[in-house]
């Protein structure tokens, strides 16, 4: 006879008891266990095994998969990536032992992920405060990018939680189709009776109601980020947990940003998704008509492929205006650049603006000697009719040249003869003392004197 299978999961029976309201004697007596049992699992001396999940989910009605998440496959692939940190290399640690501890100790490999990510977060503040970047204050807009950041803007409950509502909104027959069900009906109405929004969810009148002059992208963005709203705040908040924000408007924007996310993933769902980039070279134009989305949304999806076993191009994305303010950082891939860079004016992110919706594609060389590829376009915000106000910005999805040759846009360059331009982080942080374009010293060197003579270059420093 076949050993039952059983698993760890005593920080979510708690969870779980906690939001029921109940307390541990009241959840024995449900399950017909004893108290002790009770506080045996969920201190993860016992394990949970598939009769008694099985009797959870009956009696307290809850899914089973969403019980469960977090101690399979991707919980080990978290903390197998954390203990890959160059923090740990000394070690020596096997992956069997890694995979041990995950299984044995599942809360204590939980707060290891979260003390090593909060680590993580602590570095990224003290290098924007380095680089000059802290305004001397609390910044919402800095913690919810490091936020992101810390974990490469991928979150592998929410992808779980999106692909299962994505596959319920396809079988019903569509995102409108979904909210029909749920006795909510629809609506498309102008601008001006909207009131200054995009979007508004009425119970009372059991509606959602859109601005008609959304493109069909957007309006079902704006759909599927309401079902993010209704049907995963629970998920959102366990992304959140154990995160201290020194912000309420931090933690607000942070919990946008996941919402955010979740919309995109509904759309895009993560095998789907994976499965197409590759195999159409993340042809972003394919891939906009493939799902429905836009050429920002699919951009910023690309940024999320990091699932164990299906692992895309890591990319990093950025966004900016005319007057080049960063408004969006996205981070898949770990780079410095990503949380620094944009402000360098030879990066072709900032000359896009002379040709709108035209694919710009550059190679690109830090100081270091680092070499990523860029793909830059222009998208507009807002419109939707005459007069109506829009925001032209534009936007970069970059990867390492090492991936460079998996995409259509280099696919049959020669990465050997590429000619790269040189650019750097920021004019503070590079040390190029030829660039014409540089707009400050950098940090360190000293400048020359201009009694006798005059550099061609901005400024002339002080051979180091």
């Known amino acids: 006879m076949a050993k039952e299978r059983s698993i760890f999961m005593g920080p979510r029976i708690r969870r779980l008891r906690r939001d029921l309201g109940l307390t541990q004697a009241g959840m024995a007596e449900d399950l017909d266990v004893s108290p002790s049992y009770i506080a045996l699992i969920e201190s993860n001396q016992r394990p949970v095994t598939a009769s008694m999940l099985l009797k959870l989910a009956e009696i307290y009605r809850t899914d089973i998969a969403s019980l469960a998440r977090g101690s399979g496959d991707d919980f080990n692939a978290q903390i197998a990536a954390t203990f890959k940190s160059p923090l740990f290399a ?160 931090g933690e607000k924007l942070t919990r946008r940003a996941l919402a955010n996310y979740a919309a995109g993933a509904i759309m895009m769902p993560y095998h789907a998704f994976a499965k197409a980039a590759k195999n159409g070279h993340y042809d972003i134009e394919t891939l906009r008509r493939q799902f429905g989305a836009s050429f920002e949304q699919v951009a910023h999806r690309l940024t999320t492929l990091q699932r164990p076993g299906q692992e895309g191009v890591p990319f990093f994305f950025i966004r900016v ?12 891939a770990g780079f410095p650049f990503a949380r620094h860079g944009g402000s360098c004016p030879l990066w072709s992110v900032h000359s896009a603006f002379r040709t709108p919706r035209e694919v710009i594609t550059q190679w690109v060389e830090l100081p270091d000697g680092e070499r990523f590829f860029s793909i830059v376009r222009t998208v507009t915000a807002g419109g939707g009719g005459y007069g109506k106000l829009q925001v032209e910005r534009a936007i970069a999805l970059c990867c390492s040249s090492q991936h460079a040759h998996k995409l259509i846009y280099a696919k049959d360059t020669d990465i050997s003869a590429v000619q790269p331009t040189p650019i750097g982080v920021t004019c503070r942080l590079c040390h190029r003392a030829d660039c014409l374009a540089r707009a400050e010293p950098p940090i360190g060197r000293a400048l020359q004197s201009d009694d006798y003579r005059r550099p061609s270059t901005p400024f002339g420093l002080v051979d180091s």
Request: net charge negative.
């Open 90 to 249: 000394d070690l020596d640690l096997s992956p069997l032992e890694i995979q041990d501890f995950a299984s044995t100790f599942p809360a204590t490999a939980e707060a290891v992920i979260r003390l090593y990510t909060a680590y993580q977060e602590g570095q990224m503040a003290l290098a924007d405060q380095s680089d000059g970047e802290s305004t001397g204050g609390p910044d919402p807009v800095s913690e919810a990018r490091r936020f992101l950041a810390a974990r490469k803007n991928y979150f592998p409950e929410v992808d779980t939680k999106a692909e299962e509502l994505a596959q319920e909104i396809k079988r019903v027959g569509g995102l409108e189709q979904y909210f029909t069900d749920q006795r909510i009906r629809v609506r498309h109405l102008p601008s001006d009776v909207m009131h200054g929004f995009t979007r508004r969810l009425d119970l009372h009148r059991r509606e959602i109601v859109l601005d008609e002059t959304l493109d069909h992208a957007s309006a079902n963005f704006q759909l599927a980020l309401q079902i993010a709203y209704m049907e995963m705040t629970d998920v959102f908040s366990d992304c959140l947990a154990g995160t201290q924000f020194d912000t309420e408007s």
């Open 321 to 332: 205006d005319a007057a080049g303010n960063v408004s969006k950082r996205l981070d898949g």
